[in-house]
Every structure is written in C-alpha cells, then in structure tokens.
C-alpha cells in the first residue's frame, strides 16, 4: 500500500529535521519530548499520580475512573533505550487509560548511555513484580525500545499471573538484520542508523528475540508498521510466539512508519491503533465487574510537526 497521505505529508513536514542519529544525547531527549505534542493535548482523568517504586524507580499512574481492584497496564516508553520518559509519553498513556478503561502504570526505566544493559531491563521487572503484587489483573505494554522491555519482562514472568503483552513496533533485534531494516532504512522516518545508535548506546547481551524459550508467556497482541525499519523483527517475534503455542494477534498497520501510534493528533491510522489496543487490553484483562471505557477525545486535525 502506498504511504498514507497523512504519514506522507508528515515525512514532507520533516525533511528539513537533522537525521536523529546525528544528535547528541541531550539533543535527542529534547527532541523526543517536543515530539510529545503530536499526542495531542493531555485528556483529564480521574487521578495521575507519580509513584516511587522499589530501588527509587519512578513511575506514574492512571485511573480513567476511580475504583477498588482496576485492571493494571504496565507501560514502557519508547526512545531507542537512550531517550524519552513519563513526559514524553504522558498525553499517550492517559489516551490508553482511557482507551482500556483500565489503569495504566507509566515506568521511568534507567537510560543508556549512563544506565547501559541490564538496567532497563532489571527496572522492568521491578516494576512488572511490583504491580503483580498489588492484586489487580496486570498486563505490560510498550511501544519499540519500550516493548522490547515489555516482551523481556512478560518472559520472566511466563506461567505467572501476568495477563497479556502489547507489544508496539518492538525493538528487538540488535543484528539489524532484516529485509525491513534494508528497505526503510531512510526516507520513512526513524531508519536504520537511528535504530543502531539506539542499540550502540544500550549495549544489549540478550534480546527477547533471541531467547531459546518462548513457551508459556502471556497472550500477545504484536503492532507492527508496514513502513518501519523494525517491522520484520517484530513478526519474525509474533511467528516464534505463534509457534511455540502462544495465543498471538499480530497486526500489520498499512501505509504507516515506526512511531505513529505516538502521533494520535495528526494521524487517523494512530486512533485506530489505540483503539485496537484498548479493546485487546479489555479482552485480557477482564473482570467481572470492570468500569466501561471511555473514548479518548477527538483529536485536532493537525498538529504542528516537531
């Protein structure tokens, strides 16, 4: 399918950018937080609270409606493991509360290149361990670095309580290797260089791709991009867990580039994701009794790109 027009003109928007790759650490993370604005603005809810999680690990949580024993999403940003943060994905994480009906725990995980592999990982299941304690039911999400974490963590805690994974064009093959990373490595917005410096800073030993046993994880929801860079790894991930006998959706969103489930102001394809995601959270994580979700708000027609 061709670009979607709205991508389109988005990639035209951004030609006169410098290549992410060729920015310093701090260069990125401004970037990555002025980028929160294609989310649109920030819908009110019911409560957000900062929240200190064991090992002075920080996080922020969302209730769409207030009420005792509301399902938990365990959210992981993106950002190439070396950028982004609660800020960064604050808009979006409220949308998907809204979205879910559920709650949604946002995970401010240690960044390379100060905090190289393992640290993300290890704050990830601080965190997953953390909201399985809390009694509710408790799914994880992510989108690409971030769901990289989520899909680590979902196999640390295989067989467990742990209900579902959205995994969101996930980053998880530090080879780039792919047909997908050949074809889209530039022109279609994060490429291939963005995606190695990303991998150069975190310095990983191991990847949820390369696990020799996915059995008994988490039922799986893949997202993936049909103009992405990381859009091979990600389904070569969905086959592996289809094959190992996993329950596994996996979606190919046509015409759309890596990142564009973060740009719900100013892409129609970015709505339609996040209301797919909703409605796989509430599937999953069901309870007998569970508050109706709510839309998020319509979003603006445009959005000035960043």
């Known amino acids: 399918m061709p670009l979607d027009p709205e991508v389109a003109a988005y990639l035209e928007r951004q030609k006169s950018q410098p290549p992410r790759s060729s920015l310093d650490v701090a260069a990125t993370r401004e970037v990555m937080r002025r980028g929160a604005a294609l989310a649109g603005s920030a819908p009110p809810l019911a409560r957000v609270e900062d929240v200190a999680l064991p090992g002075s690990l920080r996080a922020r949580q969302y209730w769409p409606a207030l009420g005792a024993g509301l399902p938990l999403v365990v ?34 995980y240690r960044l390379a290149p100060e905090h190289r592999f393992p640290a993300a990982a290890e704050d990830a299941y601080t965190a997953v361990e953390w909201a399985l304690g809390k009694g509710a039911p408790v799914g994880v999400a992510g989108d690409s670095a971030g769901a990289n974490l989520a899909a680590g963590a979902a196999l640390e ?117 996040l209301r797919d995601a909703g409605a796989f959270l509430r599937e999953r994580l069901i309870v007998t009794e569970r508050l109706p979700a709510h839309p998020p708000p319509a979003a603006p027609s445009d959005c000035p790109a960043r």
Do not use: K
């Open 157 to 273: 805690f295989r067989r467990s309580a742990l209900r579902c994974q959205l995994l969101i064009y996930p980053m998880l093959d530090p080879t780039c290797s792919s047909p997908s990373f050949v074809e889209f490595g530039e022109g279609y917005g994060p490429g291939a260089a963005d995606m190695r410096r990303g991998w150069s800073e975190y310095r990983p030993e191991s990847s949820p791709l390369s696990a020799e046993d996915v059995r008994g994880v988490a039922p799986a929801f893949v997202m993936t991009a049909e103009y992405d860079t990381l859009r091979d790894e990600g389904e070569a991930y969905a086959r592996r867990l289809v094959q190992s006998g996993n329950p596994v959706q996996v979606r190919r969103y046509l015409g759309t580039i890596h990142g564009f489930f973060t740009m719900q102001a100013i892409l129609q394809v970015a709505r339609e994701a």
């Open 75 to 108: 959210y992981f940003h993106g950002g190439r493991f070396f950028s982004g943060d609660l800020e960064s994905h604050d808009t979006l994480c409220r949308m998907l509360a809204l979205s879910a009906g559920y709650s949604v725990l946002a995970v401010d």
